[in-house]
């Protein structure tokens, strides 16, 4: 039923390692999210992205990067991972932005744990 | 307190049966979704809206954003429709989710 796969769905890492994860949605959408999960059941936007335009969260740290290689595909990576970035970081994609009236799709989510 | 309050937690119908969910808000909104989580742990999207109401086969969902709720009404159940419901409200930079409501159909 998904069109939105995240990788790695699990991944354990140490404070200061680089961690990357993958997105690909096949709905044929234009654009792209990342969010993250607080503990209290909060999605933060952390990007979106289109082939025109990069929306920034500007409380979202400087170690946190979106890449996207086309329309299909938005990575996110992390520089240097900290304690506070253990979280389920999710993926969405839709037509248009997110004030244009449409949905969001969604991955799996990856949970990430630093230690 | 939660912004958004969904209810009930916990629901078992019986096939051909039908019942509403609930989500109530505690500010205004711009906008509601409607998610069932699947078997894989996927959130497949059931409706958007701003507002009014939308009808998809046995689901129907209403939003009133000066009443701040939102409904989802499923008619004639069918053991497919287990699962785990939720809802999120659309707030600026956030997604804001409710608790689930957890749908058990039985036979």
């Given at each position: 039923e998904t069109a939105v796969f995240q990788t790695p769905n699990y991944h354990v890492t140490q404070v200061g390692n680089e961690v990357s994860f993958n997105c690909k949605q096949t709905l044929g959408h234009d654009t792209m999210y990342w969010y993250k999960q607080d503990s209290k059941k909060l999605l933060k936007i952390m990007?979106?992205?289109?082939?025109?335009?990069?929306?920034?969260?500007?409380?979202?740290?400087?170690?946190?990067?979106?890449?996207?290689s086309d329309k299909a595909h938005l990575n996110l990576r992390i520089k240097s991972v900290e304690p506070e970035d253990s979280a389920v970081y999710l993926c969405a994609s839709s037509y248009g932005g997110r004030y244009s009236g449409n949905t969001l799709y969604f991955g799996e989510g990856s949970r990430l744990i630093v230690v | 307190?939660?912004?958004?309050?969904?209810?009930?937690?916990?629901?078992?119908?019986?096939?051909?049966?039908?019942?509403?969910?609930?989500?109530?808000?505690?500010?205004?909104?711009?906008?509601?979704?409607?998610?069932?989580?699947?078997?894989?742990?996927?959130?497949?999207?059931?409706?958007?809206?701003?507002?009014?109401?939308?009808?998809?086969?046995?689901?129907?969902?209403?939003?009133?954003?000066?009443?701040?709720?939102?409904?989802?009404?499923?008619?004639?159940?069918?053991?497919?429709?287990?699962?785990?419901?939720?809802?999120?409200?659309?707030s600026n930079y956030q997604l804001i989710w409710g608790s689930g409501t957890k749908l058990i159909i039985k036979p």
């Open positions: 990007f979106s992205y289109n082939n025109k335009q990069l929306i920034v969260n500007e409380t979202v740290p400087r170690r946190f990067s979106p890449q996207s | 307190g939660d912004q958004v309050e969904q209810s009930p937690s916990a629901l078992s119908l019986h096939e051909g049966t039908g019942s509403a969910l609930r989500c109530n808000f505690t500010t205004t909104m711009r906008a509601v979704q409607w998610f069932r989580k699947n078997s894989r742990g996927s959130l497949i999207n059931l409706f958007y809206l701003a507002s009014g109401t939308k009808e998809n086969g046995r689901l129907k969902s209403a939003f009133d954003s000066k009443e701040r709720y939102s409904t989802l009404h499923i008619r004639d159940a069918q053991l497919e429709d287990s699962g785990t419901y939720f809802c999120a409200v659309d």
